[in-house]
C-alpha cells in the first residue's frame, strides 16, 4: 500500500461517492477506482459495497478508517506545528548566560518576547564564562550572553551593548555625595576587585595603574552579585558591569558615573549553524530592542 491509496480510501469513506472523492482529490474517477482496488488487494478484505446512489464502507473498512483517520489528524497537528516553530509561535529556546544576567535586563527582555509569543518554551541557565560559550558552540544552548572576550570558530559574537563601567559605594560612603567621580577619587579607598588574571580585572588595574592612583586592594570576589555583596556590607568601593543590577543587597548601593573608566560590552553569542528558528527570531527581537535600548539609555529598559 501507498500513501496515495490511504488517501483515497479516506476521501471515499468521507464522501460516500466516488466521484466526489476524485473531484475533491483533483484526480480522475478511474484513476481513485484503481487506487481503491488496489487498496483493497493490498488489505485483503472488502472494503465498499455499492449502493443505488452511493457506496457504503464495510464494517472491515470503517474500523481501518478510524485508524487512518488518527493518522491523518496527526500529519495536520504535525503540519500546524511546523507552521507554528517557521512563524516563531511555538518551539523552544536555551539561554545561557554568566551570573551577572541572572536577574536584570535579561529577564526583562525574555519576559517581553514571552509576552509576544506566549507559546515559546524558554530555558534561561546561568553559567560560567566558558560553560556559557561552550553551550553556544555545541548547540546545548541557542543564544549565549556574556561580557568577556570569546575565542571560539564555532560562535558568532554581536555586541548586544556597551558602556562604561560603574562605580559604586553603599548610600552613607562619603563619595555617594557626588554626583560624578574621576579615579582620583578613589585614592587610598578600600576597592572589592575581581580576581586576578581576569580581563577586567586587568582592564580595571591598568587604567588606575596608568593614571597613578593607588587604591586599598584587599578583597576580591568572582561574580558580579559578590562584588555588589561586599561593596553593600561596607568593604569598599568597586568598578562593575553597567547592565547588571546593584539592587537587593543588605544596604542599598549607590552607582555613580566615573570618567575615565573602563568600556564593556555585553556580547550575544549564537551558532550560526545550529541556531533554530525560534531562536533566531528571538536574536532578531533583541537586536531590534537593542536599537531602542541605546536610544534611551539602559535605565528606560530596568
Known amino acids: 500500500m501507498n500513501i496515495r491509496q490511504i488517501e483515497a480510501f479516506r476521501a471515499v469513506v468521507t464522501m460516500r461517492s466516488m466521484s466526489k472523492a476524485s473531484a475533491l482529490l483533483g484526480i480522475s474517477q478511474p484513476a481513485i477506482s484503481r487506487l481503491i482496488s488496489d487498496f483493497q488487494d493490498a488489505v485483503g478484505f472488502k472494503l465498499f459495497i455499492r449502493r443505488r446512489y452511493h457506496i457504503e464502507p464495510t464494517t472491515d473498512a470503517k474500523l481501518l478508517f478510524e485508524k487512518v483517520n488518527k493518522i491523518f489528524v496527526g500529519l495536520d497537528e504535525l ?6 516553530i517557521r512563524n516563531g509561535i511555538s518551539g523552544k529556546i536555551e539561554i545561557s548566560a554568566t551570573s551577572s544576567y541572572a536577574t536584570g535586563i535579561l529577564p526583562i527582555l ?5 509576552a509576544l509569543f506566549p507559546e515559546t518554551s524558554i530555558s534561561f541557565h546561568i553559567n560560567s564564562h566558558e560553560d556559557a560559550i561552550g553551550w553556544v558552540a555545541s548547540g546545548r544552548a541557542d543564544i ?3 561580557i568577556q572576550p570569546v575565542a571560539h570558530a564555532a560562535v558568532t559574537i554581536e555586541e548586544f551593548l556597551h558602556g562604561p563601567a560603574r562605580c559604586i559605594m553603599h548610600e552613607g560612603h562619603p563619595l555617594a555625595a557626588k554626583k560624578t567621580l574621576v ?3 578613589l585614592a587610598d579607598q578600600s576597592f572589592v576587585s575581581f580576581p586576578r588574571g581576569t580581563p ?3 582592564e580595571i588595574d591598568n587604567l588606575f595603574n596608568r593614571l597613578g592612583v593607588q587604591r586599598i586592594l584587599q578583597v576580591e570576589a568572582t561574580s558580579h552579585q559578590a562584588v555588589c555583596a561586599l561593596v553593600s556590607a561596607g568593604l ?3 568598578l562593575v558591569n553597567p547592565f547588571a543590577p546593584i539592587e537587593g543587597f543588605g544596604r542599598p548601593i549607590q552607582s555613580r558615573v566615573i570618567t575615565p573608566s573602563v568600556d564593556i560590552g555585553l556580547k550575544m553569542l549564537v551558532n550560526q549553524q545550529a541556531i533554530s528558528v525560534p531562536a533566531e527570531r528571538f536574536r532578531d527581537f533583541l537586536l531590534k530592542r537593542m536599537k531602542q535600548i541605546k536610544g534611551k539609555g539602559i535605565h528606560g529598559v530596568i
Not at 79 to 84: C, G, H, L, V
Not at 110 to 114: D, M, S
Request: proline share 4%.
Open 144 to 146: 549565549g550572553f556574556v
Open 236 to 238: 569598599g568601593v568597586a
Open 79 to 84: 503540519n500546524e506545528e511546523i507552521s507554528d
Open 200 to 202: 577586567l580585572r586587568f
Open 183 to 185: 579615579p582620583s577619587d
Open 110 to 114: 525574555i519576559a517581553e518576547y514571552k
